[in-house]
RNA sequence: GGGCGGGUAACAAAGUGGCUAUGUGGCGGACUGCAGAUCCGCAUACGAGGGUUCAAAUCCCUCUCCGCCCUCCA
């Protein structure tokens, strides 16, 4: 099984081949920290997260570096706003945003590398790309000549002569070409400043990331990632930097992720339509959030909604309902069992089992293929309902089975992720509800565990159920339907679940 | 103008030469006091036109429509 990547730079999927045996170096552009984190971050950082831990699920032992940027235009003219230090504004942003990320269940990476902190290795790098003569001082300012790299545009299949035609560019009085881009700026009053070879000032967007990625993975590395907006010119220009500072390869695969929309609009600030992560966390599960990632393929631009959120919630309790019951199962005290001694229906069943995770893994090999990942957990929930269905008994070490390999193919696509974060709030807030509902229907819960309260209750709907007494036993449902949980009979008794 | 990616059933979204994708929704049936859950069955597809092939949603050509990038952007 060998896992294959469409490889942005080559347009190609191509068979992945670690430069360094059993190891994966990635880098991903990060944040510009001046405003909360949104959908479209929080899509991206899912998307790599999800690569991330696919890598590893592999075997592959991965180096994850994410950048932050701390220093620019919009920091800089925000910060001045409210008359604080620019790099004391990016921390505050940058802190929320990482505590929105976190709340949704992505994992951080493992280097956070701080343009403000990395301005050393930027200039040291910018003096070699001018020492190999692929860039110019021009009055306090440096630029990097794009005619001088001759591969400049092997990513985005743009060639100069074709930019120049279709340029909406100021023919800037600094630059020798339009598209020359800088790679330092002389600084200006109220911005913060380094000292360097060409006067005080601050580094250019560009040079960042080509810093930050060859200072703590080395060149070349295995994969360089952004959405899909970087493509150009940022990542075009990561790669004309690296590349003539060091005369090596950059990155060897790249990887773009393509732009979430919201109600079939792009996100913009114009328009008004940024959905935060904060906002978006107070009404929806990040699980939620996550599955609805999940099926979207990362390269593909998905639309948000809360039509698309709703449809992903009410597919994930499908799945989660077919994992309590495999819970439960599993739970039972049976001894291990012979093969000989298998029904049917339960060899058939573990059959199965078996295909769906190796479907489950070519899904995953194929270019992270998530969406078709996330069709073969459905076929496993529809697969595990008709055993369900059809046993007479149930023996748990089948359902042990069943159970393990349903989570370790869900925590690929992060699903049953157990929240750190408990909410006692929340949680108090619940029990006081189930409380007061049980007041009503006059049972002292007092002391009791909402667990036990809700237990209560259904003993309480099955009296009323057996005396056909259907006004209370509705209304016990219906009372615990309206604030948030699900209840169902079975032949085994009422069960019920947090929806 | 240049570059990149698309158009699949009601909606979302995979697939990419022959085999039911999948989810939500719809219809019928089973189960149930009812509901829900679950199971069984059904319907609605591959933008248009040509071509290649025994066979095309899938390959080739032409056309058409849409999105994104070329300015800061995940």
Not at 7 to 28: A, C, G, I, R
Request: proline share 3%; hydrophobic share 35%.
């Amino acid at each position: 099984m060998t896992l294959k990547i469409y490889n942005s730079l080559t347009k190609e999927k191509e068979e992945f081949k670690p430069v360094e045996k059993n190891k994966v170096k990635m880098y991903v552009c990060g944040m510009t920290v001046y405003s909360d984190a949104h959908i479209g971050h929080a899509r991206t950082y899912f998307a790599f997260d999800m690569i991330r831990r696919y890598f590893e699920y592999k075997g592959f032992e991965v180096t994850y570096v994410q950048n932050i940027t701390d220093v620019d235009d919009k920091i800089i003219a925000a910060a001045n706003k409210e008359g604080i230090d620019a790099l004391e504004y990016s921390k505050r942003y940058a802190d929320r945003c990482f505590a929105d990320l976190d709340k949704l269940g992505i994992r951080r990476a493992d280097i956070y590398p701080k343009a403000s902190e990395t301005v050393p290795d930027m200039i040291k790098l910018t003096e070699k790309i001018i020492d190999n003569g692929f860039a110019y001082e021009s009055d306090g300012d440096v630029y990097f000549s794009v005619e001088k790299f001759k591969d400049y545009g092997k990513l985005s299949g743009q060639k100069l002569d074709d930019l120049m035609a279709g340029a909406r560019i100021d023919p800037a009085d600094k630059k020798k070409n339009p598209f020359d881009f800088a790679l330092w700026k002389k600084s200006k009053p109220d911005e913060p400043s380094w000292d360097s070879p060409w006067g005080a000032g601050r580094p250019g967007w560009h040079i960042e990331c080509s810093a930050m990625s060859s200072k703590f993975l080395g060149l070349p590395f295995d994969i360089h990632g952004g959405g899909m907006d970087l493509r150009f010119p940022h990542h075009e220009n990561e790669i004309a930097q690296a590349e003539a500072a060091t005369g090596k390869d950059f990155a060897k695969i790249w990887i773009h992720i393509g732009l979430l929309t919201v109600d079939g609009d792009k996100m913009s600030k114009s328009i008004g339509n940024i959905v935060n992560v904060k906002d978006l966390l107070e009404k929806w599960d990040s699980e939620v959030i996550r599955f609805f990632f999940a099926q979207a393929h990362y390269r593909s631009p998905p639309d948000f909604s809360e039509k698309a959120l709703k449809n992903a919630k009410k597919g994930l309790a499908r799945i989660h309902r077919v994992k309590e019951k495999l819970v439960a199962c599993a739970s039972r005290k049976i001894g291990e069992i012979n093969d000989k001694d298998l029904v049917p229906n339960e060899k058939n069943y573990l059959k199965e089992i078996v295909d769906f995770k190796t479907s489950f893994v070519s899904a995953m090999d194929d270019d992270f293929n998530t969406p078709q990942a996330v069709s073969i957990i459905f076929d496993f929930v529809n697969s595990s309902n008709r055993f369900f269905e059809k046993a007479t008994k149930l023996n748990s070490y089948i359902c042990r089975f069943a159970l393990d390999t349903l989570l370790e193919l869900g925590s690929i696509l992060t699903l049953f992720q157990t929240s750190k974060i408990k909410n006692s709030i929340l949680d108090d807030d619940l029990l006081k509800k189930v409380q007061r509902i049980a007041d009503n229907y006059e049972i002292n819960v007092k002391g009791k565990t909402m667990e036990e309260s809700i237990d209560l209750l259904l003993k309480k709907r099955e009296e009323a159920r057996t005396k056909k007494d259907w006004g209370t036993a509705d209304g016990i449902r219906n009372d615990l339907d309206k604030i948030g949980f699900e209840i169902q009979d079975t032949v085994d008794g009422p069960v019920w679940r947090k929806k």
